[in-house]
C-alpha cells in the first residue's frame, strides 16, 4: 500500500507541480524527503559523495598521487555502486589513480570489485573473530591491514 500511496503522490506532485520526483535518482520510496524537498522548495538532489569530494578538492589533491587507500565497513554485490569508496575509485580513475579499499567484511568476487572500479580489498579480518571483539579491537586491526598492505606496496616495488 505504501508503494501505491508513494506513486500516487509521486503523480500529484507531477500534474501539480511540474516536478517529476519518481523518476529522478534518489527521489524514489527511500528518498522521499529528498523527493518532497525538490517538489515544494525548489531543492536538488546531489551525490553526497561527490559534495564531500569536490568540498575537500579531491580531483586536486589526485595531481600526485600514485594510489588512493579508502575504506568501509562492509562491502557486497549491494553495495558495489552506492557507497563512498566507489565514489572515491570512480572519482580517482578518471585522473588514473587506482584505489584500494581496507574493508571491515568483504563479500564480493574480486572480479565485481575490480569493474566497479576499487582495484583490490583487503579485509582488516585476520581470522575468525566475533563483531564484538573486532569492533573493540577496530584501530590495531586497520594499523596491521595497513602494515600488510604496505609490505605488500614495498614488495611490488623489487626488481
Known amino acids: 500500500q505504501l508503494e501505491v500511496g ?7 506532485v507531477h500534474q501539480l507541480m ?3 520526483v ?12 529528498a523527493a518532497g ?10 551525490s553526497g559523495v561527490d559534495l564531500i569530494l569536490d568540498y575537500h578538492h579531491f580531483d586536486d589533491l589526485l595531481q600526485d598521487a600514485a594510489l588512493v587507500l579508502t575504506g568501509e565497513g562492509r562491502i557486497d554485490s549491494q553495495t558495489l555502486s552506492g557507497k563512498g569508496p566507489f565514489g572515491i575509485a570512480r572519482r580517482a580513475a578518471l585522473q ?13 568476487d574480486e572480479k565485481s570489485l575490480h569493474a566497479a572500479g576499487i582495484w ?9 573473530m566475533s563483531l564484538r571483539y573486532a569492533l573493540k579491537n577496530a584501530a ?3 594499523e596491521n591491514a595497513a602494515l600488510r598492505l604496505g ?3 614495498q614488495l611490488s616495488a623489487v626488481k
Open 6 to 12: 508513494l506513486q500516487r503522490l509521486s503523480e500529484l
Open 18 to 20: 511540474g516536478v517529476g
Open 22 to 33: 519518481r523518476t529522478t535518482p534518489g527521489g524514489g520510496a527511500a528518498g522521499a524527503f
Open 37 to 46: 524537498l525538490m517538489a515544494f522548495a525548489n531543492g536538488r538532489i546531489q
Open 96 to 108: 588514473g589513480v587506482r584505489t584500494i579499499a581496507l574493508v571491515g567484511t568483504l563479500d564480493v
Open 120 to 128: 583490490s580489498a583487503l579485509p582488516i579480518v585476520p581470522r575468525p
Open 140 to 142: 590495531a586491526l586497520v
Open 151 to 153: 609490505y605488500l606496496l
